[in-house]
């Protein structure tokens, strides 16, 4: 059974960082594209940043290009997500997805619980 557990979480400053974690289990981790998104707190969801299976292509949404950066290690079946200089609009929930493919262009077909992110002085 397919099963993605988010990781690190938490408060943080305005301009400081965090860096999530998503251990992904259940599956074949090497062959799958990954993603994560979020949710502010009454808004919709927002789909943040994905890579390639073997890591070769990264993809962000505008929001968060040149702060983020998505990484993963397939030894590990662990995807991260280092957030640095942190705005109070990144605070949300966010969500660790998977690909029913090797690239982001396939849909997403399993999701985390999700770790919340909240960045308030």
């Known amino acids: 059974q397919v099963q993605l557990v988010e990781s690190g979480g938490g408060l943080a400053q305005p301009g400081g960082s965090l860096r999530l974690s998503c251990a992904a289990s259940?599956?074949?981790?090497?062959?799958?594209?990954m993603s994560w998104a979020r949710q502010a707190p009454g808004k919709g969801l927002e789909w943040v940043s994905g890579?390639?299976?073997?890591?070769?292509?990264?993809y962000y949404a505008d929001s968060v290009k040149g702060r983020f950066t998505i990484s993963r290690d397939n030894a590990k079946s662990t995807v991260y997500l280092q957030m640095n200089s942190l705005k109070p609009e990144d605070t949300a929930l966010y969500y660790c997805?998977?690909?029913?493919?090797?690239?982001?262009?396939?849909?997403?077909?399993?999701w985390g619980q999700g770790t919340l992110v909240t960045i308030s002085s």
């Open positions: 890579l390639y299976s073997d890591g070769s292509g990264t």
């Open positions: 259940g599956f074949t981790f090497r062959y799958y594209a």
């Open positions: 997805a998977r690909s029913l493919g090797a690239t982001t262009t396939y849909a997403l077909d399993a």
